[in-house]
């Protein structure tokens, strides 16, 4: 084991923290261990120079993650593959002849009124997996004991659900980001130079532009955060929201379906950034914070990435390829409001199937998950963005 000195770096340490001196540039290379992948020579005693020194205390990397993609994961089912969803359009009023009777007018009684009902079918699935060998009789020679080797396993199996848990977080956001695109593609013309800039719609709302237009302002959309006013604002609309898509209406989704979202159906989803911009630059100064607070709701720290440094620009940006021909790359994404059968993570299969290799005496271990993603485009959904 390596021993160094370390009394003179300490002096000046002192000296930093009681106020004698400075603050000046520390050489902590002596002081903190890096670590090492491979034990060197190094680790002997320094007695007579040739016993090696030995493990004192293992400790196995083993935190568990939970993820933290929103909460639309739903069911699955052992047989069949088709989701399908039914709808009966809204029959149309008709007069009352109860109350326009004539003397020797037939009424007619016995005509079928066929319900209009239309059924939608969802039948994809996506799939992957993730493969880790398993040994225990080769690994034993490093480890002291039994329960170091049941902590050595866990660690492996918990290694397999965080990257598990991450591949399914980033699917979750991805059909959100999806049908965040399929709205904003439906409802706007995306200029080459401008994207969605100075244009809105019932489920696409443009905040700023709103904004901008109710007060005569030119705020822009890397300033937008830092302004109390635009926030109020912006909170303002997006409760009105909450309230107009619990009326029955066509005009919350793609679709044109009549459609409404209650309180429970109701599905919201904020950028961290705009959510954390309302609890610093209004609700901290303000007595009464029922009346600005934004509704509850999740958050997200990004959207499809952080990029290299989590600038407001790459946060809330997309780029989804809709098809071949259909591009949708844009940013200023803040939130969305949709109802619960929006979307969704449906007809979910996850297991694990193993196999023993007897000649080499190791165990492969596949873990694999399934599930359907899907979009309905005749379920409320709105999508609350800067450009």
């Not at 009777?101 to 997996?129: C, M, R």
């Amino acid at each position: 084991m390596e021993v160094k000195q370390i009394y003179d770096i300490m002096n000046t340490v002192t000296g930093e923290v009681l106020g004698k001196s400075d603050i000046v540039a520390e050489d902590l290379s002596n002081i903190v261990d890096v670590g090492k992948e491979i034990i060197d020579k190094d680790a002997v005693d320094n007695y007579v120079k040739s016993l090696v020194n030995r493990i004192g205390k293992v400790i196995f990397v083993n935190r568990p993650y939970s993820g933290s993609a929103p909460s639309v994961m739903m069911d699955g089912w052992e047989y069949g593959s088709v989701l399908e969803k039914i709808q009966c359009e809204l029959p149309d009023a008709v007069e009352n002849d109860s109350w326009n009777l004539q003397d020797g007018q037939q009424y007619k009684e016995d005509i079928f009124h066929a319900p209009k009902v239309s059924a939608k079918f969802f039948n994809s699935k996506t799939t992957f997996e993730v493969d880790l060998s398993f040994t225990d009789r080769q690994v034993k020679e490093s480890l002291g004991s039994a329960s170091e080797l049941n902590g050595f396993t866990s660690m492996l199996y918990n290694s397999v659900d965080k990257s598990m848990t991450i591949k399914t977080d980033a699917l979750i956001m991805r059909t959100i980001n999806r049908m965040i695109a399929e709205t904003l593609s439906h409802d706007l013309t995306c200029d080459p130079k401008n994207g969605f800039a100075n244009q809105s719609s019932n489920r696409a709302v443009n905040l700023l532009k709103l904004y901008n237009e109710k007060f005569g302002t030119t705020l822009t959309a890397d300033k937008c955060l830092t302004d109390p006013a635009f926030i109020r604002f912006a909170s303002l609309t997006i409760s009105l929201y909450k309230d107009r898509m619990s009326k029955i209406s066509n005009l919350f989704n793609i679709g044109g379906k009549e459609r409404f979202t209650t309180a429970g159906d109701m599905h919201m989803i904020f950028l961290s950034d705009f959510a954390s911009a309302s609890n610093v630059y209004v609700q901290s100064d303000t007595y009464h914070n029922e009346f600005t607070a934004l509704p509850n709701a999740e958050t997200v720290p990004y959207w499809q990435g952080c990029g290299t440094g989590y600038d407001f620009r790459s946060v809330s940006a997309i780029n989804v390829n809709l098809d071949s021909k259909k591009n949708v790359a844009t940013a200023g994404i803040l939130g969305v409001m949709f109802d619960r059968e929006a979307l969704g993570v449906t007809n979910i299969d996850k297991r694990v199937t193993t196999v023993f290799n007897a000649k080499a005496e190791f165990f492969n271990n596949f873990f694999k998950f399934d599930a359907g993603y899907f979009n309905d485009m005749n379920e409320n959904f709105v999508v609350f963005f800067v450009a």
